[in-house]
């Protein structure tokens, strides 16, 4: 896996706390073509007002050697479209602030900016049977590559949870899939019961026939693997993980419970990367 440098061509706000950046040029055609590139990224951020400072390689192992804060530096974001003829991709950022150091690279951007990548892949939802998807704005660029995947017979539901009314927008979605939108009517994120709401409601007639998603806070995540035991959902058709803590930064919600994952849940993944991933 080598490290991919990407410049950012484009900036679109398509809602008031959604940003896409779109990225162009050499560093997404070969991001592209070494590996799994999708449905998620390992972005490499540069210390704010820096250029990139790519690790070395271990020579004895081959692998990242990071020094000082540069492990840190890295997030798990999802590839919101992908153009490899093209060498264009498109990664969505939620914007709120600029405290933290993703929040402040993608406040402070402009055409030109630069981002590292290392690699991509891993799971997704697999199509079939009734799928259940959960998830807070964070979640909302891996919800929306996921139902743009479907099958055009699947069936399901989707429940989003946002901050406000200005978040909602059309997603592109099969017939029998019906979205739900929750706002927090300003509340700050984490502070609701949305989603587990949502879950305690369901109206759930197949167990085994439901292919479960939940991504959000680790609140919701870990009692979405509850319900979904006592509910009877085969863990082989679940495929729940924490996107975020609210008192922990990525990095350390890492370290602190590996995003509240278990290693027994769904192992689906794209047609065409499981060759890689074993």
């Given at each position: 896996m080598s490290a991919h440098r990407l410049i950012v061509e484009e900036i679109l706000d398509y809602t008031p706390r959604m940003r896409r950046v779109i990225f162009h040029g050499e560093g997404v055609r070969s991001y592209a073509t070494d590996g799994p590139a999708v449905p998620n990224i390992k972005i490499y951020f540069p210390r704010p007002g820096q250029d990139l400072d790519f690790p070395e390689r271990d020579a004895a192992t081959g692998r990242w050697a990071f020094v000082g804060d540069q492990r840190s530096r890295v997030r798990t974001y999802t590839v919101r479209w992908l153009d490899a003829d093209a060498s264009r991709m498109a990664i969505d950022f939620v914007r709120h602030g600029d405290e933290g150091l993703a929040s402040a690279w993608v406040e402070r951007i402009s055409q030109g900016s630069?981002?590292?990548?290392?690699?991509?892949?891993?799971?997704?939802?697999?199509?079939?049977?009734?799928?259940?998807?959960?998830?807070?704005?964070?979640?909302?660029?891996?919800?929306?590559?996921?139902?743009?995947?479907?099958?055009?017979?699947?069936?399901?539901?989707?429940?989003?949870?946002?901050?406000?009314?200005?978040?909602?927008?059309?997603?592109?979605?099969?017939?029998?899939?019906?979205?739900?939108?929750?706002?927090?009517?300003?509340?700050?994120?984490?502070?609701?019961?949305?989603?587990?709401?949502?879950?305690?409601?369901?109206?759930?007639?197949?167990?085994?026939?439901?292919?479960?998603?939940?991504?959000?806070?680790?609140?919701?995540?870990?009692?979405?693997?509850?319900?979904?035991?006592?509910?009877?959902?085969?863990?082989?058709?679940?495929?729940?993980?924490?996107?975020?803590?609210?008192?922990?930064?990525?990095?350390?919600?890492?370290?602190?419970?590996?995003?509240?994952r278990v290693s027994d849940e769904m192992t689906y993944e794209r047609p065409g990367h499981e060759e890689h991933a074993h």
């Open positions: 630069q981002l590292g990548a290392f690699g991509g892949g891993g799971r997704v939802l697999k199509p079939g049977g009734t799928a259940l998807m959960l998830g807070d704005e964070t979640a909302l660029p891996a919800i929306s590559d996921t139902l743009e995947h479907m099958p055009d017979d699947q069936t399901g539901e989707v429940f989003i949870e946002v901050a406000d009314a200005q978040e909602i927008h059309e997603l592109n979605a099969p017939a029998g899939v019906r979205i739900t939108w929750l706002s927090r009517a300003g509340a700050p994120a984490g502070t609701t019961r949305h989603l587990i709401t949502a879950m305690e409601s369901y109206q759930l007639s197949n167990p085994e026939e439901l292919n479960l998603w939940v991504s959000a806070e680790s609140e919701v995540v870990r009692f979405a693997r509850s319900w979904a035991a006592k509910a009877g959902i085969p863990k082989e058709n679940r495929l729940i993980i924490g996107y975020w803590h609210r008192s922990l930064d990525e990095v350390s919600y890492a370290y602190d419970s590996d995003h509240d």
